[in-house]
């Protein structure tokens, strides 16, 4: 299995450019995650579906941030305009639904790294 | 809320054992992760407590009290390779899917 494959790995851009963050779940997952890291703030969750459906977004900043996840094997996550407090790693991960003993452990991708100037 | 504490920096040498403490307080409880994260990687899957007692995977250990919202990571014979961040993430409730992380702790093994 290829894992959660993120796009692009870095990123470089000016203040009130719009940024698109890519994301491939891991074939099978129903949940997808999307969680931002930060040296001052760790890692927090942006938010979450199931079934290509949002369950919690809370964690989105404000509304310069967007998500979407048009079919199971893919979602996008976009800010605009960008600001240089977005700086961060943005991390995809997903996970199966559980079942039995089954943990729910999350898969993250590599991360895409964010720089706003 | 939750809150999930654990200290930022911790150093120990080549062969010996480390223990990481976590402490949280969740508004429920369903379970708490250990990863492990390399610098500029992604966080990778350790170890998972739902009961209270210890998880044995090889030189890796973690143990679980609920009643006192407190985990631990144990590290056993350590090895240059586990100098990496140790984040410890709790499931707050049934039914939400998502994990809440601690700020982790950096781990520096030196020779």
């Known amino acids: 299995d290829a894992g959660v494959i993120q796009s692009p790995r870095h990123e470089v851009t000016e203040m009130g450019q719009e940024v698109t963050l890519r994301c491939k779940p891991i074939?099978?997952?129903?949940?997808l995650f999307w969680y931002r890291q930060t040296m001052m703030r760790g890692l927090e969750l942006l938010i979450y579906?199931?079934?290509?459906?949002?369950?919690?977004d809370s964690g989105m900043p404000e509304d310069r941030f967007s998500a979407k996840m048009p079919n199971a094997s893919f979602s996008t996550l976009k800010i605009q305009p960008s600001e240089p407090r977005d700086s961060a790693v943005y991390f995809c991960?997903?996970?199966?639904?559980?079942?039995?003993?089954?943990?729910?452990?999350?898969?993250f991708g590599e991360g895409s790294r964010l720089t706003v100037l | 809320g939750q809150n999930i504490d654990q200290p930022t920096e911790m150093t120990a040498t080549e062969g010996a054992i480390v223990q990481i403490n976590c402490t949280y307080q969740t508004s429920g409880f369903n379970g708490l992760f250990w990863y492990q994260q390399h610098a500029g990687e992604a966080p990778t899957f350790l170890s998972y407590n739902v009961l209270d007692g210890l998880e044995e995977k090889g030189r890796f250990s973690s143990f679980l009290s609920r009643s006192k919202g407190y985990s631990y990571l144990l590290l056993k014979e350590l090895q240059m390779k586990d100098s990496a961040s140790y984040l410890c993430a709790v499931r707050p409730y049934t039914g939400r899917r998502a994990l809440t992380f601690g700020s982790g702790t950096r781990l520096q093994v030196q020779p």
């Open positions: 991960a997903s996970r199966e639904n559980s079942s039995g003993t089954y943990t729910g452990e999350l898969f």
């Open positions: 074939s099978g997952h129903d949940y």
């Open positions: 579906f199931n079934n290509n459906v949002p369950i919690d």
